[in-house]
């Protein structure tokens, strides 16, 4: 049996921009988990999520290609990697074969509320890694990021598959998304496999080494949001105010900019302005757009923060989900934490995950 692992994420800074090709975006990878499981089968194959349901969907094929027993399924990402990585063996050369697959999440809490920690990246590369071990394809890092990322697109349609970054290289990122309309023309021309190989304008993959006392804190609002409906929502109010979005990009861009070079410096103290700067960003995107980022409890979480002397702003598409905190470890947290629970807010016990830990 095959057993692999792909992290969950969190948004530092760069939130919305970062959908934009070449706008910078900071992500840690943190350490929990989606498990993917995988052995052989011979005339049928079975996909199973404690996620969505106790009982395994069966699957066969036709012509080819993978179908399963039942018509309506919540399976998407796991079947569009699956769908990916199987037509990138084919064109390697390898003969296809049934298998078991179950999938492990533990980026939910125990009553399958979502955190925000990108659990359908996780997934989709933990489902490509999988596949690259049981079919021998020895992906390096990047290719099992462009499969993933080809897999994710076929699905959501938007976002910047930055967490599909820190799923598969761990640690903290510099992040900058690639050209999508690039890629999604040639991707109805090329083989993937030539696609694969092939360099996709702007991505930027960086990794980045925190400064040495700089500590992540993070808090969960008890309030799920919907990244791909907030990201729609802030590309359909944009029409009406452009230059005031691209105003955002430009401040946005400088703004992580900086903030990469304060990583670089070790300079926690910049990257706390960096943070308290890109949250004022965000807020001004929510005057462009109306889309609420930073909900009532967000900005609880954040003032508390605050006050307590760290840096705080929402993480990823804001609307609920989490918060995270950049503190100095010099500065004692059990106050703040005392004073997110007794505003509602939890504390999540997460770190961050570096590869081969």
Not at 159 to 186: K, M, N, P, Q
Not at 219 to 233: E, I, K, N, R, Y
Not at 281 to 294: G, H, P, R
């Amino acid at each position: 049996m095959i057993e692999v692992s792909a992290p969950g994420k969190l948004y530092i800074a760069g939130e919305y921009a970062v959908v934009e090709p070449g706008h910078p975006a900071i992500i840690v990878a943190i350490d929990q988990f989606i498990t993917v499981t995988i052995e052989a089968a011979k005339k049928s194959g079975s996909i199973q999520s404690a996620q969505y349901s106790d009982m395994p969907i069966r699957w066969t094929r036709r012509k080819g290609e993978l179908v399963l027993d039942i018509r309506d399924n919540p399976f998407h990402y796991i079947l569009a990697a699956i769908h990916f990585t199987e037509k990138y063996a084919l064109e390697k050369g390898k003969q296809l074969a049934f298998f078991d697959l179950k999938v492990i999440s533990e980026l939910d809490n125990s009553n399958g509320r979502k955190y925000g920690l990108g659990s359908s990246g996780a997934v989709t590369v933990s489902t490509v890694k999988a596949l690259d071990a049981f079919y021998d394809l020895q992906l390096s890092n990047l290719e099992l990021f462009k499969l993933a990322t080809l897999a994710h697109l076929n699905v959501q349609g938007n976002g910047s598959c930055g967490d599909i970054a820190a799923s598969v290289y761990g640690g903290w990122l510099a992040f900058s998304t690639f050209d999508h309309d690039w890629v999604l023309e040639r991707l109805k021309q090329q083989k993937i496999t030539d696609l694969i190989a092939s360099d996709w304008p702007c991505l930027r993959i960086e990794p980045l080494e925190a400064p040495e006392d700089l500590r992540l804190l993070i808090g969960w609002t008890g309030s799920p949001a919907s990244t791909s409906d907030l990201v729609d929502q802030v590309h359909q109010s944009r029409e009406e105010k452009e230059n005031a979005y691209q105003q955002f990009l430009k401040d946005s861009n400088a703004c992580v900019t900086a903030m990469i070079e304060n990583f670089q410096q070790g300079d926690i103290e910049a990257v706390q302005e960096k943070i308290r700067e890109n949250r004022r960003l965000l807020a001004q995107l929510t005057t462009i757009s109306n889309v609420v980022i930073e909900t009532e409890e967000l900005k609880k979480l954040c003032d508390l923060a605050e006050k307590y002397h760290g840096a705080a702003k929402s993480s990823g598409a804001g609307g609920g989900d989490c918060g995270i905190v950049i503190v100095d470890k010099k500065a004692g947290i059990l106050p703040l934490m005392s004073a997110w629970e007794k505003a509602g807010i939890t504390p999540l016990p997460l770190h961050v995950y570096h590869l081969g830990e």
